[in-house]
């Protein structure tokens, strides 16, 4: 059994230990979070040990660490995990600035153990089955890509950390980056071109927003996304992939299989998706861990994704193209 600590029990934190529970290879252990009683209560389902602190944890027996805590402690936590000789899954996005970015892909780089970035889209099964379609040719050349991902302001952050944009970035950041990294994976391509256009809430925190991104090959991508949608109506996900051949589309409510509707609230879908893409996630991961690598989400592709969700919100301040050079560690 492979032993598992995870930092934060947070939101994400349960989706991770819900994928770890569904492998029969992995034992989560240890939990560290400051918050007592979320602690408790993530530790208590899984029986797990609550520790206190990520020294603790480092000191401890585990093999794998999960870091599933805000932004701008991803670096620290990952760095030091990597140090201790760990394999670290690391939350999307890989850090909240780019210097951080760099210091944990330095630090994968460096081992001994695995570094990999907490992507799920691409292991959905309608974004794993579209990539896998795109990349056989069926589509012929890729040329233009759009997604949209919105969804309402998200309340469950401790202390509302996400609805600060100094800390999480704000929607381009935090929920976009799922669309630029996939869009950049199944486009095989490297963005060179990021412009944004949006609107912002009146204490000036941005809820909504369009990027449009050029690729080194010539294609094109528009992603929106949103935290401005009305409260109840979940998050809303519709994809198009088109080439020279053929055209992809997909949706969330296409993927429903049921409409849950309660009184006094809107209906709401019953996808069937559910935990299966953080499932297929922690799978991936811990086959990698088993094999010795590579590591199925780089930390150089979250690194990427990042550039392109910073670009984005530096367009929106400026109201200019911003052209993107390439981090160095990116590029090595």
Not at 1 to 9: D, E
Not at 161 to 177: C, F, N, T
Not at 241 to 249: D, E, K, N, P
Not at 265 to 279: E, I, T
Request: proline share 5%.
């Amino acid at each position: 059994m492979v032993k598992i600590g995870i930092v934060g029990a947070g939101y994400i934190a349960q989706s991770h230990a819900r994928g770890y529970a569904a492998d029969p290879r992995a034992e989560l252990a240890y939990v560290v979070e400051p918050v007592a009683e979320k602690a408790a209560a993530l530790a208590g389902k899984y029986g797990a040990r609550v520790l206190p602190s990520l020294d603790a944890l480092l000191a401890s027996d585990v093999e794998v660490v999960s870091i599933c805590t805000p932004s701008p402690t991803h670096a620290d936590l990952a760095v030091a995990a990597l140090g201790a000789g760990k394999h670290v899954l690391c939350e999307k996005p890989v850090a909240r600035t780019m210097a951080d970015g760099e210091r944990i892909v330095a630090a994968g780089r460096r081992g001994p153990g695995l570094l990999m970035i907490g992507h799920v889209s691409r292991f959905e099964p309608d974004h794993d089955a579209a990539y896998r379609a795109v990349r056989a040719g069926r589509i012929g050349e890729l040329r233009m890509m759009s997604q949209s991902l919105v969804g309402e302001r998200p309340t469950w952050s401790e202390h509302d950390w996400l609805g600060d944009a100094d800390q999480s970035g704000g929607p381009l950041v935090d929920l976009a980056i799922h669309s630029f990294d996939y869009l950049n994976w199944v486009s095989g391509a490297r963005p060179v071109r990021v412009h944004a256009i949006g609107s912002a809430r009146a204490d000036g925190v941005v809820d909504y927003a369009i990027a449009t991104v050029r690729y080194d090959n010539g294609a094109m991508a528009v992603v929106e996304t949103s935290w401005g949608h009305p409260a109840g109506h979940g998050l809303e996900l519709t994809t198009e992939l088109t080439g020279s051949a053929g055209r992809i589309t997909w949706d969330y409510a296409g993927t429903a299989v049921a409409s849950l509707k309660r009184a006094g609230a809107p209906a709401r879908a019953m996808s069937q998706l559910g935990n299966r893409g953080f499932v297929a996630q922690i799978k991936a991961f811990l086959d990698a861990v088993e094999s010795g690598g590579p590591s199925p989400v780089p930390a150089e592709d979250g690194l990427l994704a990042l550039e392109v969700a910073l670009a984005a919100v530096e367009s929106l301040r400026t109201r200019r193209v911003v052209h993107l050079t390439g981090s160095k560690e990116a590029a090595r």
